[in-house]
């Protein structure tokens, strides 16, 4: 199976659209795009990654976007710093974003009185929508979806099915968050009472901003007292923890399964790798790096990239791990120089 | 933003009803709690934790909560030797809980014919109660609650949109599930036929005891035969997995992205953190602690601390990777003595 | 509590519907499975795992499954050489599978016109079918099932509370989804424009094959450009991220927490253990096993076993660790030694 597309156009035109330089006939047509390895006749693909080179002599692609320096004699190309990016300029002009629902309330769901919902915006089956509520024009809430009380969520969102926002959290534009996702559960938080642990309520919020993109399942918390935070054009991907008081700056990637403990900030432009896990209370510095499975005890100065667990630079952290296979050899050495002093 | 509250209490009143030594002019009008960087006037704040020691000076909160020993020269202060515990009293002062519901069955909740629902219970919209289920006093299903055949659940349980629980569970009083939550999944059991993966029946259920609170999106495995047990007053936190048959002692603390094995037993006060996982068929003793991202494969005694993956002694593992820092160093100490040997 | 079945057997029918070789008095009725350990008369219980062979001797179950060479005096016996298969074989005779929910839409379900139901099908409360979508038969969607625009799904599947598969995923059949999985949400790319993380469309889908079982609160995502794939036979634990195009084989074992990222292949029979991550773009050979907890950034061959992050060979990986173990004794022997050469 393939996704079709009812669209066309020549590669002259995709050019143009995208800003990338054309070698080769223009007047190709495409009518669809692929990955490398499985891309047909009137398809166009691209390669961004080393290891997908290998392809460009075989694939049955009409047409690939390639960066300057890629060679390829034997189709045209689209040519772009940024093949990536450019590829996904392409899908889009294919496969144009579409609504999907009408703008209205289905009669199923089960919306307060007293909420604000945009005309344009569409309230699927069995949602559910608490009082004070507020939803911004041209949102979606796709089926089952549970909004607490005086939330708002701004203009342009999707709400995938089954996601939840408790109450009072604050959703900005543009904003997806797939399905399962919940905004605004308690924080975990308890003091020792001696005989139990005391439940400490959690009366903050969730704040998100525009243009942030959080995957399936993912759990954010809401602040103990204050807001947990995630900054504009953030994303986000699946099974993600996000504790109280969080805070998250602009434009960063929390991959897959990171957890980020109460109370730590995180900069701007800040990559978390998959499985990385942060300590409470920590500062991480503007573009710094958290490589996968990192276990992060100590704040991470801006620009930094460490890996391991508990996490080191990056570059010590791999020294030490190149010494680490060779310990069995070192253990002998030792053993030799020990007997080399004793036979003296 | 701020929550805010329409309470006020005098420090006077304050320190009275939280047990704390009053020290200042107990005539100071508190009408709101807040995070000590962010107080203003007439809120109280606390400090529990170091770091925010160097906030003493300069936050404008109108009194502080304090540990005995804490210096503070500028303000009325609330003394206790648990600063924390007092200040979670004070909040519940200030945001005294509310029931989230009338109590009654939502028209759009769908419940079966032979169920028992105390008549104080609050059935959210879109809740869906099976036959034979009991659901006990002052219990609250917020929304699109799951709840399966002849599960019981006792009085005062608040249950969040998204819960599921599945059939023959039985969930104890003051229990408290966040959104997502799901109880009683088959366990993952499979024995190998010698061309499939034969599926083991999960015929067991899951047991939960008072005062258990579960965090968004953790799931608890039934038992393949007998139960999962989670003890009276554990606090489980986000993305928790618990597999079949675990039991979990009284009081314990298991943070997010922590996952136990199958049969697993752990004691009472046991305390487990963020992303460890233990293998199957261990026993964790009382008060035991595991580190964050540990990966446990053999039991613990009572009151020990472990760490790292393999899990070893947290003194021991802290001064191998003290030693591991050192590694290239030590690589080139044994290349000089080499060296000096061959000289000779 | 234990769970009653009203149905019994002699150990003699027993032995004969599961294969097994009766050892004693074939006459004693059978009315229950239990584990050994709480096993009581008219019970069978088994022994597949060393550590509860202890309970041989005192166990008061009426019968036992055992493996031909465990020593068992005083009661009869079932003998095969894969115990814990047998037992499974006689669960299903005391617990036979029923259907959850009688054939036929619930009324408060939200079922778009253009969908096929097989009339054999059960579609429970508060489920949602989205247009384009195909049920097979008996297959049961068991309370607030959401399925997308054009998903099909096979024969004999059992789709738990909360389940979702997003527009174009294909499922096959007799495949178990547990509460909260969902299939088919957007992969996680993005392409860096300079200013802002543009989103690739992820406009694939996902295809699970026959006789997969999913565990709670698991995602799959759907693939980039083609599909993500999960092969027939293969079982999937609790909480795992799959991601884009990932392509998994048959027969696999997939455990609680762990993730894999995209475009990873993997063969079949491949074990990966709980928390255990692989980055993307992997191939990771047929019965090759990755340790829990394991990171893996590299390929792993055929039949191969590794294991600790960044993961090595299993045997090399247990060896450094064992010398790691050794590091102070190490670093003061080299002290030793350099302390000799000093005296020299």
């Given at each position: 199976m393939k996704i079709s597309s009812n669209r066309k156009f020549t590669l002259q035109e995709l050019a143009e659209k995208t800003g990338a330089v054309l070698e080769g006939d223009g007047a190709v047509e495409i009518n669809g795009v692929a990955p490398i390895e499985q891309a047909g006749r009137g398809e166009i693909s691209f390669v961004a990654?080393?290891?997908?080179?290998?392809?460009i002599d075989t694939t049955e692609a009409s047409a690939l976007v390639l960066a300057p320096e890629t060679a390829c004699e034997r189709r045209p190309v689209l040519r772009h710093e940024n093949p990536y990016l450019t590829f996904a300029r392409i899908i889009d002009l294919f496969h144009p974003e579409q609504l999907l629902l009408p703008a209205g309330i289905d009669k199923t769901a089960v919306v307060a009185d007293d909420v604000e919902i945009a005309p344009t915006a569409a309230i699927g089956p069995l949602c559910h929508i608490s009082r004070g509520a507020r939803i911004g024009h041209n949102?979606?809430?796709?089926?089952s979806v549970f909004i607490g009380e005086n939330v708002t969520l701004g203009d342009n969102c999707r709400l995938y099915p089954g996601v939840k926002i408790m109450d009072e959290c604050k959703i900005g534009r543009n904003v997806i968050l797939h399905p399962g996702v919940v905004i605004?559960?308690?924080?975990f938080g308890f003091a020792w009472s001696g005989t139990e642990h005391k439940k400490i309520q959690q009366i903050g919020w969730v704040e998100i901003e525009d243009d942030v993109e959080i995957g399936a399942n993912t759990t954010v918390d809401r602040g103990a007292l204050g807001p947990t935070r995630i900054g504009r054009g953030t994303k986000i991907d699946n099974l993600v923890q996000i504790a109280h008081n969080v805070e998250i700056g602009q434009n960063c990637i929390i991959v897959s399964q990171a957890g980020i403990s109460g109370s730590t900030k995180v900069g701007h432009g800040v990559i978390i790798a998959g499985q990385a896990g942060l300590i409470g209370h920590l500062e991480i510095g503007d573009k710094a790096v958290i490589g996968a499975q990192a276990g992060v005890a100590k704040s991470v100065p801006p620009g930094k990239a460490v890996l391991g667990s508990?996490?080191?630079?990056i570059m010590e952290e791999k020294r030490i791990t190149t010494i680490q296979k060779r310990l069995p050899e070192l253990l002998k050495r030792l053993k030799a120089v020990e007997d080399k002093l004793a036979e003296d």
């Open positions: 990654n080393k290891s997908y080179l290998k392809y949102s979606q809430l796709v089926s605004g559960s308690d924080g508990p996490a080191r630079d």
